[in-house]
């Protein structure tokens, strides 16, 4: 089998408190933040590497992102994937799920040969849910999301996805688009074997020409998602001092929350 899992470097959540909106293009400001990839994305990971070890193949990463995100990317290949491909251009900045979605989809298409396409069900950062939706329906590959279990028998996968009040059982057959839920499994942790030999993988940076796209397609331009006017609320503190005794005191704080309509 030949799989490709679509990863997404997010900022490290410790680090979650330095984020900040630029006020002038209203994108988020992640520079200087460490970088990892997206959790869920390590059980896409590992899922593609049973399968790989269960059916044989080779397993792909695949991630559109800047480029200074390379060595985040190549925990997944320590992990024990074979290569990885990221698809970074300043055009590509801004993008919306579905932008983001047109991108993998280039350079899933250019990659070629791949029988199943893994994803996590959700970024950190973004949490839409969109990305497995969206590249199935622009390579025309049958796709569900939130799955949480994934057996191969002969040509039929069969897999459950939860759902609010439940699960819901599915058979398919290849190719497809499968977003995973981290119930799927536990991902097996880097050893510093795997770190080394990451170090020499095939490593492919391709960006907008590569790929043959449109960029009124890509990035913000290409986004049908658009920032609206940002508002930043303005905090005001003050603080007014009593002095005598505590029923007295005690009566003016009281006096003071019902004019401003805090008590009755």
């Known amino acids: ?24 293009t209203k994108l988020l400001e992640r520079k200087g933040i460490p970088m990892i990839i997206n959790p869920v994305d390590k059980n896409a990971i590992e899922a593609a590497l049973q399968l790989k070890e269960q059916f044989g193949g080779k397993v792909v990463l695949v991630s559109m992102a800047p480029p200074d995100t390379r ?11 074979d290569e990885a491909y990221l698809l970074s251009d300043r055009a590509f900045a801004g993008a919306d799920t579905l932008a983001t979605a047109r991108v993998l989809a280039a350079g899933l298409t250019k990659i070629g040969g791949l029988d199943l396409i893994l994803t996590g069900s959700a970024s950190a950062d973004g949490g839409t849910n969109h990305i497995p ?26 897999m459950k996805t939860k759902i609010e009040n439940g ?27 795997g770190v080394v030999i990451a ?43 009593f002095a005598g005794e505590p029923e007295d005191m005690a009566g003016k704080i009281i006096a003071i929350l019902r004019t401003a309509g805090v008590l009755d």
């Open 71 to 81: 060595e985040t990317i190549k925990e997944g290949l320590a992990m024990g994937a």
């Open 133 to 158: 939706s969206q590249l199935g329906e622009l390579m025309g590959f049958a796709h569900l999301n939130h799955l949480t279990e994934l057996h191969l028998e002969a040509s039929t996968i069969k």
């Open 1 to 24: 089998m030949n799989i490709a899992v679509c990863v997404k470097p997010v900022p490290e959540p410790r680090h979650y408190d330095k984020i900040i909106i630029n006020p002038a």
């Open 199 to 241: 170090q020499n993988k095939p490593f492919t940076t391709w960006g907008l020409k590569d790929l043959g796209l449109d960029p009124s397609n890509t990035g913000l331009s290409g986004s049908p998602t658009q920032p609206g006017d940002l508002h930043m609320p303005q905090h005001g503190q003050k603080a007014q001092m």
């Open 167 to 193: 699960y819901v059982e599915y058979e398919g057959s290849l190719p497809l688009v499968l977003g995973v839920a981290r119930e799927l499994n536990t991902p097996r942790y880097t050893t510093l074997m």
